[in-house]
C-alpha cells in the first residue's frame, strides 16, 4: 500500500519560515513534490525534485523555497522561508512511481500578515 504522509504545516507570522516533511512508503518514487491549493483557486505546482536532484519551482516561490529529498528514507522537504500571506494554502505530497501519481493528504500551511 503507498502513502504519502504530510507533517510541518501550521500558522507563521509574514517572513517567517516552515518546513514541510513527507515521508513516503510503499513504493519508490522517481519524482516527489509539493503543490498546494489556496482558498478558491486549483491546485498549482509548488516544487518538484527527481531521485537524481534535479528540480522544478513554481516562479512565485524561486528563491524563498527549497526542495530536498531523502532517497534512503523516501523522504521530500520544503523549507519554506519568507513566507507571504498569498502562500496560505493547503500543501499536498505527491510521488510518482511508474505511470501512477500518488497524494498525501495534506498540511494547511497558514501566513499571516
Known amino acids: 500500500q503507498v502513502r504519502l504522509v504530510e507533517s510541518g504545516g501550521g500558522l507563521v507570522q509574514a517572513g517567517g519560515s516552515l518546513r514541510l516533511s513527507c515521508t513516503a512508503s510503499?513504493?519508490?518514487?522517481?519524482?516527489m513534490g509539493w503543490y498546494r491549493r489556496a482558498p478558491g483557486k486549483q491546485r498549482e505546482l509548488v516544487a518538484t525534485?527527481?531521485?537524481?536532484?534535479?528540480?522544478n519551482y513554481a516562479d512565485s516561490v524561486k528563491g524563498r523555497f527549497t526542495i530536498s529529498r531523502d532517497n534512503a528514507m523516501n523522504t521530500v522537504f520544503l523549507q519554506m522561508n519568507s513566507l507571504k500571506s498569498e502562500d496560505t494554502a493547503v500543501y499536498y505530497c505527491?510521488?510518482?512511481?511508474?505511470?501512477?501519481?500518488?497524494w498525501g493528504q495534506g498540511t494547511q500551511v497558514t501566513v499571516s500578515s
Open positions: 505527491n510521488g510518482v512511481s511508474g505511470p501512477y501519481p500518488y
Open positions: 510503499g513504493s519508490i518514487f522517481s519524482i
Open positions: 525534485i527527481t531521485t537524481g536532484g534535479h528540480t
